[in-house]
């Protein structure tokens, strides 16, 4: 995810490849039964270790919003940050 809204912030003549990469992090990268985002995936999506850190939610977040505008269902963008951000308030933050 970092690397997807690096490339897309920094230089549009990337979007091509931005999209792929999102649509192959979005599709692997989030555990559906669990939440959360993989640490570490094989090229083919395996998943190679199920632990998962905070700083990816932020990433995830940033590369699925700016993508908003390309090629891709906004509602299924805007149900995958919702997801997200859902995760990471119950599972993260502490209630305060």
């Not at 570490?40 to 270790?49: C, E, F, K, M, S």
């Not at 850190?53 to 509602?75: H, Q, S, V, Y």
């Amino acid at each position: 995810y970092e690397w997807i809204w690096l490339l897309k912030k920094y230089g549009s003549k990337h979007d091509r490849i931005c999209e792929d990469m999102l649509r192959w992090a979005n599709a692997h990268g989030w555990d559906d039964v669990h939440g959360g985002i993989y640490d570490t995936l094989a090229p083919d999506g395996t998943v190679i270790d199920h632990s998962k850190r905070l700083w990816p939610f932020t990433e995830g977040i940033k590369a699925n919003a700016l993508m908003l505008d390309g090629g891709f269902d906004r509602d299924a963008l805007k149900d995958r940050m919702r997801a997200m951000i859902a995760v990471f308030q119950s599972r993260y933050m502490q209630e305060r």
